[in-house]
């Protein structure tokens, strides 16, 4: 006789480390089997949502949860779909959902199995209306296939971006976003291009805004916003930098990851 269900989630949660986000504020499974873990980068990408927003939102490729989340925790009007196509963090995602230290948020998180970059069948997991979202952000995996790619099946396929590369990502959030909804991406430097692209036709009000690890780095992020529709010219914005030259983190990024502040992208 088979495993049941509640054994199955079990065994998965037995590979993973709850994680405190936000001060503690609201708690994510991290897999501890070598798959990506969710850091800096997803706080950074919740901190493009304003602190007012109050519609429905979703997280594309979502992982883990922790970007949408604290998008939740931070948003306390907003409701959000988390699409992920891996169904084990899939399900970390619900655990989570159901946990006693998240119960503030867990009535607001809707998880739903699909690839985001097959928008027919993944608006019919969602069951929602071509335009229902108001934002939409996104992590996108940053590695094409033809890199070098991890041993780990579930750690590679998160950082590869299929065929159709973001084309196939932005044509998908302009379907679901309503008219005048955001999109919100962090991405690698060598993508911004691509993505430039991709956005050219579709939105408008482009913001970019590069990451730089320390002062005297190069930028090794960037944060780029956009808004459906709009014919706002694009725009770059004055840089963040994370850490001080001995790793500490700078005031301005350490109330970001901590959730105290958001990133003004939208202005």
């Keep these: 006789m088979g495993r ?34 969710a850091g800096m980068d997803a706080m950074l990408l919740a901190a493009c949502v304003p602190r ?65 970059a097959d928008t027919k069948p993944m608006r019919a997991a969602v069951d929602r209306p071509y335009g229902c979202y108001d934002a939409i952000i996104v992590n996108p995996p940053y590695n094409d296939a033809s890199h070098r790619t991890s ?19 932005v044509k998908s959030a302009n379907t679901m976003l309503g008219a005048k909804g955001v999109l919100a991406m962090i991405i690698r430097p060598a993508n911004l291009v691509e993505l430039l692209n991709a956005l050219e036709g579709r939105f408008g009000a482009v913001r970019v805004k590069p990451i730089h690890p320390k002062a005297d780095s190069p930028a090794n992020r960037m944060l780029v916003t956009a808004q459906k529709g709009s014919r706002t010219p694009t725009a770059f914005l004055p840089p963040l930098v994370v850490h ?7 005031e301005r990024a350490g109330e970001i990851f901590r959730g105290q502040v958001g990133i003004e992208m939208f202005t």
């Design 4 to 37: 049941s269900a509640k054994n199955v989630r079990n065994s998965q949660l037995s590979k993973t480390e709850l994680v405190g986000f936000h001060d503690n504020r609201f708690f994510v499974y991290q897999p501890d089997d070598g798959n990506h873990k």
């Design 52 to 116: 007012f927003f109050s519609g429905l939102a979703a997280d594309y490729g979502a992982g883990n949860g922790a970007a949408g989340m604290a998008v939740l925790q931070a948003c306390e009007g907003s409701s959000m779909d988390f699409i992920e196509r891996d169904e084990k963090l899939c399900a970390l995602m619900k655990a989570a959902a159901e946990h006693p230290k998240n119960a503030h948020l867990g009535q607001r998180m809707n998880i739903i199995c699909a690839d985001v």
């Design 151 to 169: 041993p780990n099946k579930s750690r590679a396929q998160a950082h590869m971006m299929g065929e159709g590369g973001f084309d196939l990502w």
């Design 244 to 250: 001080h030259p001995d790793g500490q983190f700078m």
